[in-house]
């Protein structure tokens, strides 16, 4: 079975990206009478740019790609949506409708010692992906949400992810949080990242200090210097 | 204030000449074609400085304006490029700027190509894609610079075309003859697509496409069809990620490349459901040429760069997020 998502009908899209469309849809309407509320529907959208069996190879690629890591590092002990199913007739994914704040809404406004707790556990989480061989891709503080009992921190859209075990692409995930913290919260950077290398470290052991290095690298690469830092 | 701009950073010797005003006096130039295999950057650079002074009198004849009265302003492309063009170029305007006793500036290549554009175009603040034969980037200023949200970790994607003609026999240059033979193809052959984050990566697509014209039974203009569609594909949508991802409403293709119309095509429906405009500049303003590294030397001096002839030496891996604008407004 797949569900209706084309056209121009009025769907509740709740987020429009260059790659998917995230819509938001009762949990019977899609799946059985059940007692939860939502699901969250990730929706490839089609390129009319691209040439139809390629654009329909990628989408389902991957689709079922983000699938199989979002279950993956639900394995490895990372709190993700769990996937309902994988339509790759439609180019869906049916997955778990997180309630909660994303961590960008409240990284500033919680206490230091509540902050560096938070992220010495994104930290342990990333570090727990990386040693399950999963790149997140694109780990910025939008994609990670506190859930409503303020117990998980949940780690969402694996969509620029992979299957990856080297020392630059892990360098590079973490150099892209870096990143986020350094232009989103500025005000709270220095101690949040400090507190998620901590974190990573206690997880991922002896390992790190190569990845660490690598981050510190990457971000001497000139195009990832900051322009304050650079002007001299 | 009148502007004489040298190029040389590949195979293209150009020299143009800019006013403050923005008006284009003169665009000349002579390309080095090699006679077999790709760029000899030793020979081309041979060809340049054996070019430089019937490109240089070609232009200041079509101007019509008295170089000992008229030029006020020396610029150059100093980098990125190969470092023997490059220093040829660079030799060509020093001479000219101790001769006239005016002021150098040396002026970065990717950038220019933007400038250029975005004054013929009447662009305001586009997304550029940049595809030659030597880079491959996307472009967007942000925080007062020119930052590279995307580009190729390998071979440049006019690199990737030309190369695999060559492979396949075909003269040069590769492109065009490519682009002709895929319109004849329509079966896709499974190529790697390779975008990793926003970057990109051709090598992998121009071996296996190389090992599929050896080892398969697939027409060729089928495997130009699969070339085209495949890495064009992949630019396409770096690009736009980087449109939804600034928020930009322009989008501006330049470089050599831009005069396939596959691709042209392409970035144009990506650009209809991004709701962005989308800009070309005219090839002789979108390959490389002398008159936007004249038209940047105006905005760079204007806008109050100075530089001593003695930090002229050339910079051959000089990126583009490492330019200071101060032309434009944060």
Redesign the interface.
Known sequence: MSIYLGGKSKLPIIKK???ANLILKDFEEVMYPYNVEKVLIKHRIS?????D??DRK?RSYRTSLEAKLLSDAKRAGVPTPTVYRVDRKEMSLIMEYIKGKAVKEFLEKIDPNARKNLCETIGVQIARLHSFGIIH??LTTSNMIRSEDEKKIYFIDFG?G?YNSTVEARG?DIHLLHRTLDSTHFKVSEESFKAVLKGYRYKMGERSEQIIRRVEEIERR??YVE?EK??G | MICIGFEGTAHTFGVGIATSEGEILANESETYDPKEGGIHPREAAQAHSENARKVLDRAIKKAGINPREEIDLVSFSQGPGLGSCLRTVATAARALSVWLDIPIIGINHCIAHIEIGRMTEKSDDPVTLYVSGGNTQVIAFDGGRYRIFGETLDTALGNCLDTFARKVGLPHPGGPRIEKLAEEGKNLAELPYSVKGMDLSFSGLTTEASRKYENEDIKLEDLAYSLQETAFASVVEVTERAVAHTGKDEVMLVGGVAANRRLREMIRLMTQEQDASFYVPSMEFCADNGAMIAWNGILAHESGLHQNIKNTEIRQRWRTDDVNIPWRKE
């Open positions: 990206g260059a790659e390129k009319d740019y691209r040439v069996n390629l990628l891709g694109d620029l992979e590079t000139g195009r322009k650079r002007q």
